[in-house]
């Protein structure tokens, strides 16, 4: 089987599942000589209009893990904005070095649902964006050599396949188990769902970069120092603010990240399924 095109898609608030989703559609673009599209859809802008994929194409398509899932703001995007009727597809998830849990099976089911058909499946752990101590600078060197021995599998598979294979195989729940509470040091749920990024005041000069990257489009063009809309905790204001005037103090949500930092700080390995 040939692909006549090779789509990488995306959600990635703060940039480690569009590196990890263009690597792998890059690599086997190349490997199967077809020409690469990149879909973001990070923003809500981008989640406007429906894509269709055609048979014959393939779509590389990736989330973080949010709460050991699909990022439930997410979800509603991936299950009406991607439709098929029959591109092949590969589930990539990104996860901060604790566990993707049920989230790459979720977004295997999505697709296969939308309808794609799943002939391989990732989860990549990459640094966690509530802790610099949690997975630092990955992908690493390492991630990427298994990376690209997956990216190599996975055309292989394609140039040799001669019928659509059943949905892959990946870890997970089916049907889909629920989402991970977070815990606080304490060891009981650290409930932050309420949560906003502070700004220091002293800092901030309005420039206004925090406003155009916040894919819940929650942050005030008129003053960035108020979070009118949701905040999933995406972290893209705080990453990307260029003074870091940015941030959260909510004890719940810091007790959490204190106690993903006492617990998985262990180096997680990719898996890949083929
Ligand atoms: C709200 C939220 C929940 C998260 N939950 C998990 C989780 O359950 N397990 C995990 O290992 N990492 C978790 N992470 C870490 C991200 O999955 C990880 O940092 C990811 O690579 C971020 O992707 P991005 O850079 O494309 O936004 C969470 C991050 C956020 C913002
Ligand atoms: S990115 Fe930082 S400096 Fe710019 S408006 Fe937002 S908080 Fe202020
Ligand atoms: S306000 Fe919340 S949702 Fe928006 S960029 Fe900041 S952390 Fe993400």
Request: glycine share 8%; net charge negative; aromatic share 8%.
């Amino acid at each position: 089987m040939q692909a006549t095109k090779v789509t990488a898609v995306y959600y990635s608030a703060t940039g480690n599942t569009e590196k990890v989703v263009k690597a792998i559609a890059e690599r086997i673009a190349e490997k199967l000589g077809a020409p690469m599209e990149v879909f973001d859809f990070t923003l809500p802008g981008s989640r406007r209009q429906e894509k269709h994929f055609p048979a014959g194409e393939l779509v590389v398509f990736g989330t973080p893990v949010y709460a050991g899932r699909v990022p439930n703001k997410m979800l509603p995007a991936v299950q009406t904005l991607f439709k098929s009727d029959g591109a092949l597809a590969i589930p990539v998830v990104t996860f901060g070095n604790r566990n993707f849990d049920n989230g790459l099976i979720e977004l295997r089911n999505e697709l296969e649902n939308n309808g794609f058909h799943t002939i391989a499946g990732a989860g990549f752990a990459a640094s966690h964006v509530f802790s610099d101590k949690l997975a630092p600078g990955r992908p690493d060197e390492k991630d990427m050599k298994v990376l690209e021995q997956f990216a190599d599998a996975a055309g292989d598979k394609i140039a040799a396949m001669t019928e659509i294979p059943s949905p892959v195989s990946v870890r997970g729940d089916d049907p889909v188990g629920p989402y991970y509470t977070p815990l606080g040091t304490d060891g009981k749920p650290a409930v932050f769902l309420k949560a906003k990024p502070l700004t220091h005041a002293e800092l901030c000069d309005k420039c206004g970069k925090c406003v155009e990257v916040c894919p819940m489009g929650s942050i005030s063009a008129e003053d960035p120092l108020q979070v009118t809309g949701i905040c999933i905790k995406c972290q893209a204001c705080i990453k990307k603010c260029p003074v870091h005037a940015k941030y959260f103090d909510d004890p719940a949500f810091l007790s959490h990240v204190a106690m993903l930092e006492q617990n998985y700080t262990r180096r997680a390995e990719p898996e890949t399924f083929l």
